[in-house]
Every structure is written in C-alpha cells, then in structure tokens.
C-alpha cells in the first residue's frame, strides 16, 4: 500500500504526474469489450453480476479518472459513446476506430463492434492529426487494427506521436507469427506517420515477451524504442548506452518486463502473463514511473475480473518526461 519505489499508487491519490507542462501521464489498458466479457470469454470464476454493464462501466471510468492521464489508450472498446460521453465531461477528447469483423457482432444483445480508443486531455493537448490502419499481413487485410495521433503540448510547443494497437489473439506459433507479421505492418505505419517525432506505442500485444513481436518491435533500427515498465528501474544512462549488440538490448529488456499485466481463470485454466506494453523513444521521454500492479494476494483467489476489478487486464500508467529536441529546444 501506498507509494512505493518507482511507483505510484494505484488508487492514484497524489496530484498527477502530468501537471508540469513537459511532464505526461499515458494510461494504457485493455478494458475488456462488455460483449465479450459477458458471452464469450468464459470467465468461470467471475460472478454473473460482475461482469454486468451496469457493474463495470463505474469501476472502468473510476479507474481512469483517479489517474488522471494526459493519454488514455484503450483496446476492446465496445461503449465508445458512454466513455466520449462521460470522459468529454472530465476535459477528455476521443477517437475511436472498430476492428472491421469485430466478434462482438456475432453476439446477440451486442453493443456494436469492439475496437481501439485514444483520448487526450483538451486543455493540456492538441491534436495536430490522426490516421488509423487495418494491420496487414502478408499484404492482406487482417482484423486487428491501429490509431496514431500526433499531439501538441499546449504549455510549450513539443510535440509527440501516439500509436495503440490490439493485435491478434490465441496461442500457437502460426499465431505468433501473425502477430509478429501484423506488428511489422504496424511499424511501417506508425513511422510513415510520426518519421522522427518522439512516440509512445502501446496496446495488448497478445504476446509475451519472448515472442518475435517484441523483438522486432525493440530491434526496430527505424523506431528504437525501449519499454517503459522494463526500463523503469534502470539509471537512464544505462538506457541511453547504445548497444552494440541488439540481440543483448533484447534480452535484458525481456528479463525487465513485469511478471503479468493479466490474470485470468477461463474453464482450460489459469492465464497469468505479460502481454501489454508501452513502448517509447528513449532519446526524447524520460521515463520516471511506472504504476505497480496489485500482488496475488490483494487480486484475490478468482483473479480477475471480480467485483474489485472490471477488466482481465490491468491498466499501465507511465509518468513520462517530454525533452526538447537538439535542433530547436521545443
Ligand atoms: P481474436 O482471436 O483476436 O480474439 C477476439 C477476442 O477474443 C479478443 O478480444 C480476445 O481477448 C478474446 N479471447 C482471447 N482468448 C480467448 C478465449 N480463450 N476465449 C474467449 N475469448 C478469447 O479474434 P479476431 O478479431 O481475429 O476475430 C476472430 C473471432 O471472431 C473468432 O474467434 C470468432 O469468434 C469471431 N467470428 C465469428 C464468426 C461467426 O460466424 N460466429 C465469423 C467471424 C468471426 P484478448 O485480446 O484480451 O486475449
Ligand atoms: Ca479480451
């Protein structure tokens, strides 16, 4: 309980990381599509009532106002409306884009398609452009989709790139290939659309970080980017060594990388593992916190989702610092 080394609390009490103009909070999370949930996800543990609308859809705002990000990066997103309606109260502005054959709309009684969401905070940032993207793989259109934003920071001009994605999921090495095929698609895309703006590239990679995506997303010589809740800990001399060996870069980060970002119990057992990220272009944003995620002992014997937590995963909440660049000091 309480603020620990490198962490802030969960129930985020403190004032927000992102009150000084250069500073910036991102929140990424997973917040588990209502449709899915509730009728295809086979939460066994899970109370029926817990996984109800009317039950979550407090438990998901709360969780995101108490932080209080500049950046909120949402995956599984079937209530865009309810969030842009009740966000756009609290300061929020938001875009969202569906996944084109979603499997929510193959449910009855569904909300729409699920889909990926970024809002930003209006007062502290300005959106300078957006693109979206149906990953590819192998040149064909897959399910799995993207939205990068270009934002302003209204206090003193700097200027960044975010990017959110909800790759595949399942387990298999064909899949892990597609997910390292769609996370390819997905750097062409994201440094066709930021070139050499600092960026944050986050989402539910539906992949540990042993698979190749991780690997071809820290090994990428065009993007090089780090990932924050591996490098949270380590002196940023250390993290700005350039490494001669990409291969060892790798590796270490992998060793880094929390011991699960979702727990989960569904009929053929229990789910714990690392498979959310936020990625970020360590030359230009300090990172100086990463939220910590609850112990075993406070998420409960049933895991999650649970009356205490709405979704399968949790959220990742990163204390950024923005630099100036070299060239013109905004
Ligand atoms: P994905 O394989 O990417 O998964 C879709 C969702 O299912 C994700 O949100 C994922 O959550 C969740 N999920 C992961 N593992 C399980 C599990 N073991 N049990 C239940 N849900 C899980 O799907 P695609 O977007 O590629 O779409 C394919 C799906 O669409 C098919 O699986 C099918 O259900 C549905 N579909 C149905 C059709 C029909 O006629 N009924 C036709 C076309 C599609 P997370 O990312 O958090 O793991
Ligand atoms: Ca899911």
Redesign the pocket.
């Known amino acids: 309980k309480g603020l620990k080394l490198n962490s802030i609390s969960r129930v985020c009490s403190a004032p927000s990381g992102g009150e000084a103009s250069q500073n910036l909070r991102l929140l990424q999370w997973?917040i588990?599509?209502q449709t899915?949930g509730q009728h295809?996800?086979?939460f066994v543990r899970c109370p029926e009532e817990a996984l109800t609308w009317e039950h979550r859809k407090y438990l998901i705002v709360q969780e995101i106002l108490q932080n209080q990000p500049d950046v909120i990066c949402l995956?599984?997103v079937d209530h865009f409306k309810f969030l842009q309606t009740v966000l756009g109260t609290q300061n929020y502005e938001g875009i969202f884009f569906p996944?084109p054959?979603?499997?929510c709309?193959?449910i009855e009684q569904n909300n729409g398609p699920?889909g990926c969401a970024i809002f930003y905070k209006r007062d502290k940032l300005q959106l300078l452009g957006y693109d979206t993207r149906i990953l590819e793989v192998w040149r064909v259109q897959?399910?799995?989709v993207a939205i990068a934003a270009r934002l302003r920071m209204r206090g003193n001009g700097r200027e960044f790139c975010v990017c959110t994605t909800?790759?595949?999921?399942?387990h298999g090495a064909l899949?892990a290939k597609l997910r390292n095929e769609q996370g390819r698609d997905l750097i062409r895309f994201v440094k066709q659309f930021a070139g050499d703006t600092p960026l944050l590239l986050c989402g539910?990679f539906?992949a540990e970080p042993v698979e190749p995506i991780y690997s071809t997303i820290l090994g990428c010589d065009l993007l090089r980017l780090g990932s924050a809740y591996a490098d949270v800990k380590l002196d940023r001399e250390k993290i700005l060594q350039p490494s001669e060996d990409v291969g060892e870069f790798v590796s270490e980060s992998i060793k880094r990388e929390p011991p699960y970002t979702?727990w989960k119990i569904?009929e053929?057992g229990e789910e714990c593992h690392t498979?959310d990220y936020v990625f970020y272009t360590p030359d230009r944003l300090k990172i100086k916190n990463c939220l910590e995620f609850p112990a075993g002992e406070q998420i409960g014997k049933n895991r999650t989702p649970s009356y205490q937590y709405p979704s399968?995963?949790f959220s990742l909440v990163c204390d950024f610092e923005l630099l100036p660049s070299a060239e013109n000091g905004g």
């Open positions: 997973n588990l599509s899915l295809n996800d086979g995956q599984e996944k054959d979603s499997p709309l193959y699920d897959s399910n799995q909800h790759l595949k999921a399942r899949l539910d539906n979702t569904r053929d498979i399968d995963h």
